[in-house]
């Protein structure tokens, strides 16, 4: 199995500075012939369903705001909440979707400061 | 808009069977693979498998000697058995879109809480 390891595991922040969500794969989740990383990132609210925010790291799912960003390839992964608002506060998860057992990181807890 | 919705009991004793299903509304079941995920209260998801709607399956090994998953394309829904469960079995079970193998988890159901006891 894939391991998905994410850092750190809460993360406090004042509202409109920049959030930054660390995820790393134990093995690389890069499909070679296509050139994508088969990595996504969520956000979870209390009481709801996770809601994808990016996949293939960086793309942007439709609806998602621009100021979330995704980096990095191979098997180091971060995600960027340029300018933080109240309504981001919520549990973010990343997950590998190149190999089964499809596999999520352990979740990073975004605070307000 | 696709809309999918999860139904079964809330309350499964040990030992038994948990059976659950989710309907998919405002969209066709076929040419999707279609997941079930849990939560266990106040951790993180686990995948426990899918199907494709001609039938063929892929599920978590951790979990494989007691899943099944089935698709009825007729009624745009598809099922999860998980059998000998106990008090670890204990979550949010979630069904999910995948609209590819290249590309995650899309749509989600709101989750139901099952619980295992006696």
């Known amino acids: 199995d894939i391991v998905m390891t994410q850092s750190p595991d809460s993360l406090p922040v004042s509202l409109g500075e920049r959030a930054t969500i660390n995820c790393k794969s134990s093995?690389?989740?890069?499909?070679?012939?296509?050139?994508?990383?088969?990595l996504a990132w969520y956000q979870q609210k209390p009481g709801q369903p996770p809601k994808l925010l990016l996949y293939w790291a960086s793309t942007r799912e439709s609806g998602v705001p621009d100021r979330f960003s995704g980096s990095g390839s191979g098997t180091d992964f971060t995600l960027t909440i340029s300018s933080l608002q109240a309504e981001d506060v919520a549990v973010y998860y990343c997950?590998?979707?190149?190999?089964?057992?499809?596999?999520f990181g352990q979740g990073t807890k975004l605070e307000i400061k | 808009q696709v809309q999918l919705q999860e139904s079964g009991p809330g309350l499964v004793k040990p030992s038994e069977t948990l059976s659950l299903t989710c309907t998919v509304s405002g969209g066709s079941i076929i040419s999707y693979y279609w997941s079930w995920i849990r939560q266990p209260p106040g951790k993180g998801l686990e995948w426990i498998g899918h199907i494709f709607d001609s039938g063929s399956t892929n599920y978590n090994p951790s979990l494989k000697s007691r899943v099944t998953i089935s698709v009825d394309t007729s009624k745009n829904q598809f099922s999860l058995k998980l059998s000998s469960v106990t008090a670890t079995d204990t979550a949010i079970y979630y069904c999910a879109r995948r609209y590819s193998s290249s590309y995650p988890f899309d749509n989600w159901g709101q989750g139901t809480l099952v619980t295992v006891s006696s």
């Open positions: 997950q590998q979707y190149y190999s089964t057992p499809h596999t």
């Open positions: 093995q690389s989740v890069l499909y070679s012939s296509s050139n994508k990383n088969y």
